[in-house]
């Protein structure tokens, strides 16, 4: 990067892709410190802007007393004035990081900011612009925030030409960059994206659970990984795309920490959107850095999946738990990344468990289509059901590695793998845990066939998810039928049918639409599963990706 900048006559636009963990942060301050002047970095998230300016200012605290890094959302407003005067002053022959949200270059209500007119006012201080986890701005430009489409015609339009920029992720695919190319009005001209063998960083063992009992998840498992270990750390995060989950969760961990001795001195923070800017930062710098001026521990973060799972990098942490179902394979795989950080970190110590049901994965597949939470573009409303039917699949198999099909997925797409990925060996798939029941092919034939295709007991109402899987229950000899074990029961519990349809949904046997007008979800079979012969040749396509055999 540094070569084209000083060797060719346009401005170098480099989007770089790298496995969490892989040094995005330590790429861009160096080029930051060799270019000097002001290095812009835009960051979706306030959470992320503040504690990248608290590393950097920790890292660079005893070799330069200047102003060397601030984060632009918590300047004071009568602040902002001396500080441009401070960088008018020092910029020159100094090397300044401005982390930024969006929200602190543009506004809907003002325009541009008094920064941003400052910068755009002495183009000969900014030396370049980085955009950290451009995902989050491609989804956050698309989805509500208005802030985000107004960088391209107030900032990027303006400066494109002559100004170097860096763009930044560890979860990218095609869709991602030519969206946010469409969004920023910029191509890139220089792209770093490793292949998917590249992209591996398997530190971490992914653990999933089939539960609607997402509290039980955590407090299950959550004391091993707080208890005090002479080398291993003992912090923790929990995510949820819900902020009411969040902050009953909250509620029942303290109850759990104050009726356990040993954990009397850890306490729980918080971290949803709705927080001020400056109560996000306060608990981030709690979580990551310890404090032994406070009598309790900070080791619980726990945090809505918009607002902190890309960014926080804390080596203490330990054990990060997903409580429900996750939107995308970019989202597991940043979360993912929050735990083992260490140079140490094995899968045989570190953990990322993720809760699911079929009901979260309805619960996100009804809030992405519902008018009043949905995105206006439908072709990124596409995009988001793509992307979750990734994970039902990914999840819901019981063969496949779940690192081989995550690298795949984020890795170079055009770069053809010439040898075979190496399994993970600790993921469930890897290890033969079965987290779904093994199903009887023929049975599930027959089921299916005779409730949706032709038969005695062919659903007739309206197909919601409770009407199939209460109609799968009561079909005669269901247990006997579909489940393949030992104790097959006549009537299987709801939960092993529940299992049973995910499987068949994410593998696209069992159809899923959005009913606009009764604001519901209704299931049948896929236009490819219509008739019995094509039902048969789906089922024996679906027992191959199970790896069970009848």
């Not at 609607?212 to 990984?225: E, H, M, N, R």
Request: glycine share 4%; net charge neutral; with cysteine.
């Amino acid at each position: 990067m540094l070569r084209w900048i000083h060797t060719k006559d346009t401005a170098i636009h480099q989007l770089c892709i790298r496995p969490t963990g892989g040094g995005k942060s330590l790429l861009f301050t160096t080029v930051a410190a060799c270019l000097g002047r002001i290095t812009v970095c835009i960051t979706p998230l306030l959470s992320l802007g503040a504690d990248q300016t608290i590393k950097h200012q920790f890292n660079t605290r005893a070799k330069s007393k200047e102003l060397n890094s601030l984060h632009l959302d918590e300047v004071p407003k009568g602040d902002m004035e001396l500080i441009l005067k401070s960088l008018l002053c020092t910029a020159p022959s100094s090397s300044i990081l401005v982390y930024t949200s969006p929200q602190s270059l543009v506004t809907k209500d003002t325009g541009r900011s008094a920064f941003l007119d400052f910068i755009l006012q002495n183009r000969h201080l900014l030396a370049m612009i980085v955009i950290d986890e451009i995902h989050l701005l491609t989804d956050f430009g698309r989805s509500f925030r208005t802030e985000f489409n107004m960088l391209k015609s107030e900032l990027f339009e303006e400066v494109k030409a002559s100004t170097p920029m860096l763009f930044l992720t560890a979860t990218c695919t095609k869709s991602v960059k030519s969206s946010f190319e469409e969004l920023i009005g910029v191509t890139c001209n220089d792209v770093h994206w490793p292949s998917a063998v590249e992209m591996m960083n398997r530190n971490v063992r992914i653990d999933v659970l089939y539960t609607p009992l997402w509290y039980a998840s955590v407090k299950k498992t959550i004391g091993v990984y707080l208890s005090d270990d002479p080398i291993l750390p003992n912090k923790v995060m929990v995510y949820s795309n819900s902020r009411q989950r969040i902050l009953s969760l909250v509620d029942k961990l303290e109850i759990y920490l104050d009726e356990h001795e040993k954990f009397e001195d850890i306490d729980v923070l918080t971290l949803v959107g709705t927080q001020p800017r400056e109560e996000k930062a306060a608990t981030i710098d709690l979580f990551i850095n310890d404090r032994t001026d406070l009598q309790l521990k900070m080791n619980i973060l726990c945090a809505t999946s918009g607002v902190g799972n890309a960014g926080i990098d804390c080596k203490e942490t330990r054990a990060v738990f997903r409580i429900d179902f996750p939107p995308s394979i970019a989202d597991l795989s940043q979360e993912r990344g929050r735990a083992g950080r260490r140079d140490d970190a094995s899968p045989e110590h570190f953990v990322y468990q993720v809760a699911i049901c079929l009901e979260s994965f309805l619960h996100i597949f009804r809030r992405i289509n519902h008018p009043e939470s949905r995105s206006p573009q439908e072709s990124y409303r596409k995009h988001q059901l793509q992307e979750l039917m990734d994970v039902a699949s990914l999840l819901a198999s019981s063969s496949d590695c779940y690192y081989i099909t995550i690298e795949n997925k984020l890795g170079n797409p055009d770069v053809l793998i010439e040898v075979e990925q190496e399994r993970c060996g600790s993921c469930p798939n890897c290890l033969g845990t079965k987290t779904f029941p093994l199903v009887s092919k023929n049975g599930l034939k027959t089921v299916l066939f005779d409730l949706f295709i032709s038969g005695d007991n062919q659903i007739t109402e309206r197909r919601t998810p409770q009407c199939v899987w209460r109609s799968i229950r009561n079909y005669p000899n269901v247990g006997i039928l579909l489940v393949r074990s030992r104790d097959s029961r006549t009537v299987p519990p709801l939960g092993t049918i529940k299992k049973i349809l995910l499987q068949l949904i994410s593998a696209r046997i069992v159809d899923i639409q959005y009913d606009s007008k009764e604001d519901d979800v209704l299931l049948g079979l896929g236009r490819a599963s219509l008739t019995s012969t094509d039902l048969a040749m789906n089922v024996d396509t679906f027992w191959k990706q199970v790896n069970t055999d009848d």
